[in-house]
Nanobody, 119 residues
Framework: QVQLVESGGGLVQPGGSLRLSCAASGSILTINTMAWYRQAPGKQRELVGSISRGGTTLYKEAVKGRFTISRENAKNTVYLQMSSLKPEDTAVYYC?????????????WGQGTQVTVSS
């Protein structure tokens, strides 16, 4: 079984920064795209950004220039560096990864980590 474990969430003031981490573990052969999603209360889960195995990134327009996604393939870990945070960034942030295991390809999700931007 593949598991994604997230860390780094918390309370931060507007304009502040946070770095989220997500490490995949289990019977992993390889991981292709990894992504970050978020879900605010009363809203649909939305894609924040993604990164391919080779490092090509994609971002939601609202976070471009403020958020940066990176990964360390040897550690099966993806990061989300968030800067210039705004109250509207408040949400539960989820990690997602397309993982190849002995059972084939599957999409896996982390448990989510709360990010609260408030004074």
């Amino acid at each position: 079984q593949v598991q994604l474990v997230e860390s780094g969430g918390g309370l931060v003031q507007p304009g502040g920064s946070l770095r989220l981490s997500c490490a995949a573990s289990g019977s992993i052969l390889t991981i292709n795209t990894m992504a970050w999603y978020r879900q605010a209360p009363g809203k649909q889960r939305e894609l924040v950004g993604s990164i391919s195995r080779g490092g090509t990134t994609l971002y939601k327009e609202a976070v471009k220039g403020r958020f940066t996604i990176s990964r360390e393939n040897a550690k099966n870990t993806v990061y989300l560096q968030m800067s210039s945070l705004k109250p509207e960034d408040t949400a539960v942030y989820y990690c997602n990864a397309d993982v190849l295991s002995s059972t084939g390809w599957g999409t896996n999700w982390g448990q989510g980590t709360q990010v609260t931007v408030s004074s």
